[in-house]
């Protein structure tokens, strides 16, 4: 009978270390997986710090990769600047260059504008005179020098030799008298009509260039135009006198044009514009 109580007492131990068992054994990986709870609601005990020692190296142990294996690249944190030397000397290379700088200037020569009738009775006038120079300081005796150089026909007495000039809207009646070179316009010396050099220059071209300059009076009685047209208008006249003078003269101020009356004038202004060809301003809106 002592025998048999002592069985009863002991079954229970071993049913209670039995049922120990397995759950303690189910509460390691259950820890290892890291679920918080167990099913049942019941909070999941922890393995002893020995067993949980001797397991992790082998769950935690590192898998042998092959060798031909490709080794991954390491990811930069979010944010860090790229490094990229090749590109930033590149670059600072080129900031450093000039752009063009290698290029050959080209020289570009302006345009040659035509020139106003002013500006070319103002370049012919300084040819002259400079080819008048040099004739005397070389002494060479070309055909227009030989009109210059001849010796001017006299005007006898109280002999007078009248023609008229006209160049645009103005019209110049010249007399040519005998006497030392007085040249007189409306009554007033040939400087104070015309102030600017390039008029006289222009009104005293005909006697310049045959030599009576100086030799002859010229009285003058011009109106209408401008002071540019009357002073064409001048030397028209004084150039159909000179030939009254001395016929053979005509040639050589017919080549350079003082004999032919200078047809330009202002062109006529055109119905619906402004002037002969000013358009009104256009406006789209």
Do not use: W
């Not at 590109?87 to 504008?113: F, H, Q, S, T, Y």
Request: hydrophobic share 30%; no cysteine; proline share 9%.
């Amino acid at each position: 009978m002592a025998e048999d109580e002592q069985k009863d007492v002991e079954t229970p131990e071993s049913e209670d270390t039995s049922a120990e068992g397995p759950e303690a054994s189910a509460a390691g990986p259950v820890a290892e997986e890291g679920t918080p709870s167990s099913p049942e609601g019941e909070p999941t005990s922890t393995p002893p710090a020995e067993e949980a020692s001797e397991e992790q190296p082998q769950d935690t142990a590192p898998a042998e990769e092959p060798a031909d294996a490709p080794v991954a690249e390491q990811e930069e944190p979010e944010g860090a600047p790229t490094k990229e030397p090749k590109a930033e000397k590149a670059e600072e290379k080129k900031k450093d260059v000039i752009p063009g700088a290698d290029l050959e200037p080209i020289a570009v020569e302006p345009e040659e504008r035509p020139l106003s009738a002013e500006e070319q009775a103002r370049k012919e006038a300084e040819e002259e005179e400079q080819r008048a120079r040099e004739a005397a300081l070389v002494g060479d005796s070309d055909d227009e020098d030989q009109a210059a150089s001849r010796a001017p026909a006299k005007i006898e007495g109280d002999t007078r030799f009248l023609a008229t000039g006209k160049r645009k809207n103005a019209i110049a009646r010249v007399t040519l008298l005998a006497g030392g070179g007085e040249f007189t316009i409306n009554g007033r010396p040939i400087e104070e009509f015309f102030p600017r050099p390039l008029h006289q220059t222009t009104a005293r071209q005909p006697l310049t260039i045959t030599g009576y300059e100086g030799n002859v009076d010229v009285r003058v009685r011009v109106h209408g135009g401008g002071v540019s047209g009357q002073a064409g208008a001048v030397r028209h006249g004084i150039s159909r006198a000179l030939i009254e003078v001395d016929p053979e003269l005509r040639g050589e101020l017919k080549r350079r044009g003082f004999l032919t009356r200078d047809a330009r004038a202002k062109e006529r202004r055109k119905a619906g514009l402004k002037k002969a060809r000013k358009r009104p301003q256009f406006s789209k809106r």
